[in-house]
T-cell receptor, first 113, second 112 residues
Framework: DTAVSQTPKYLVTQMGNDKSIKCEQN?????MYWYKQDSKKFLKIMFS???????INETVPNRFSPKSPDKAHLNLHINSLELGDSAVYFC????????????FGPGTRLTVL | KQEVTQIPAALSVPEGENLVLNCSFT??????LQWFRQDPGKGLTSLLL?????REQTSGRLNASLDKSSGRSTLYIAASQPGDSATYLC???????????FGKGTRLSVIA
């Protein structure tokens, strides 16, 4: 069974569209994260949720809105997509906080045309 | 603000060699340091986590050391194999209950 799964794996869309990426973890972890990996492969935190509550919100445009319906899910909704949003988005989870090992999903490659 | 640097950016070695990857961080007030592996087109796999109170961790052919006071960690890979080819990233939580700050990684190629 996949520990952290994301859908879709690939997403190609036009500028201005709204899209969502879904993430689920079956590890029973309390904390989930969204990271963005840009074209230079630099990985940077976007959001962190603990027990369905937002605890970290780095400098991210408010077009990005995370939603956590329950502890096992953290979805990312993006409004009015821009060219610069093209990247690979990774979901991750950990038992309590970043003091613990993080487990990553396979990534969603978003291409905005 | 925590910054993480990894040297070298890329490394190519023949199969069987032992090698060392380096990671340095600017703020020594860390809770732990994690090493990850990323294969092309894939997510990250956690390799080792060293708590701030530890000096090293071992898993199979991998050994990670931590010198918190000097802001350095090394990942030692013994008897490298072509299957070790990947990008290796280190990451630290920069304070309190905060997310990981990643280095840019070292891209390793092990040539058969």
């Amino acid at each position: 069974d996949t520990a952290v799964s994301q859908t879709p794996k690939y997403l190609v869309t036009q500028m201005g569209n709204d899209k969502s990426i879904k993430c689920e973890q079956n590890l029973g972890h309390d904390t989930m994260y969204w990271y963005k990996q840009d074209s230079k492969k630099f990985l940077k935190i976007m959001f962190s949720y603990n027990n369905k509550e937002l605890i970290i919100n780095e400098t991210v445009p408010n077009r990005f809105s995370p939603k956590s319906p329950d502890k096992a899910h953290l979805n990312l909704h993006i409004n009015s997509l821009e060219l610069g949003d093209s990247a690979v988005y990774f979901c991750a989870s950990s038992q309590d906080s970043s003091r613990n090992r993080q487990f990553f999903g396979p990534g969603t490659r978003l291409t905005v045309l | 603000k925590q910054e993480v640097t990894q040297i070298p950016a890329a490394l190519s070695v023949p199969e069987g060699e032992n090698l060392v990857l380096n990671c340095s961080f600017t703020d020594s007030a860390i809770y732990n340091l994690q090493w990850f592996r990323q294969d092309p087109g894939k997510g990250l796999t956690s390799l080792l986590l060293i708590q701030s109170s530890q000096r090293e961790q071992t898993s199979g052919r991998l050994n990670a050391s931590l010198d918190k006071s000097s802001g350095r960690s090394t990942l030692y890979i013994a008897a490298s194999q072509p299957g070790d080819s990947a990008t290796y990233l280190c990451a630290v939580p920069y304070s309190g209950n905060t997310p990981l700050v990643f280095g840019k990684g070292t891209r390793l190629s092990v040539i058969a």
